[in-house]
């Protein structure tokens, strides 16, 4: 369920909905997926135990953090979160972006990323962060069309992560 009692929001092409346990092994083959795994901060293998606990902890813990599946023609095509939210909602950051490997190209991510920002802003964030791989060019390309800004960058084992930020004060 998404804030307010709605059940998954969507543009007429795409939709995102909440996570349920019955996601949890696709999700799994996405977040192992070599051309996935290696964006993220942590590249290595995850056990299925481990990514079934974590998903298990999301769906009973109560966090404010968003977690949603990208559906495209009611098939699964992706994913993507928010999480890490400051003590008053107003800042969060969004990730576990992942769009299908045979579902890429096909702009699917432009939109899940516009709603995902249409739904921060109607639950009252005001700034989206994320960080992306700096070598990542397609992702770093598609997040500045978004408006997202450069405000820093982090190493983490040899890479190098740059942190964008959007502004959700103003309407699009």
Not at 23 to 49: A, K, P, Q
Not at 133 to 156: I, M, W
Request: proline share 2%.
């Amino acid at each position: 369920m998404l804030e307010g009692g709605v059940e998954a929001i969507g543009d007429g092409v795409i939709r995102l909905r909440g996570v349920s346990p019955s996601d949890t092994e696709l999700l799994y083959v996405w977040r192992m997926d070599e051309s996935s795994r290696l964006m993220f901060r942590h590249t290595g293998f995850v056990s299925f135990d481990s990514h079934r606990a974590m998903v298990d902890r999301h769906l009973e813990w109560g966090l404010p953090d968003r977690w949603f599946v990208v559906e495209a023609a009611d098939k699964r095509v992706g994913t993507v979160s928010l999480y890490n939210f400051s003590e008053d909602r107003r800042v969060c950051k969004w990730g576990r972006f992942i769009i299908a490997p045979e579902a890429r190209n096909l702009g699917y991510g432009k939109r899940a990323l516009k709603l995902l920002i249409r739904y921060a802003r109607g639950i009252g964030v005001k700034t989206l962060k994320c960080d992306v791989l700096a070598a990542n060019g397609v992702a770093l390309r598609l997040y500045r069309d978004l408006g997202f800004t450069e405000t820093g960058a982090q190493e983490c084992a040899g890479r190098t992560f740059l942190t964008l930020v959007v502004d959700l004060g103003s309407e699009e």
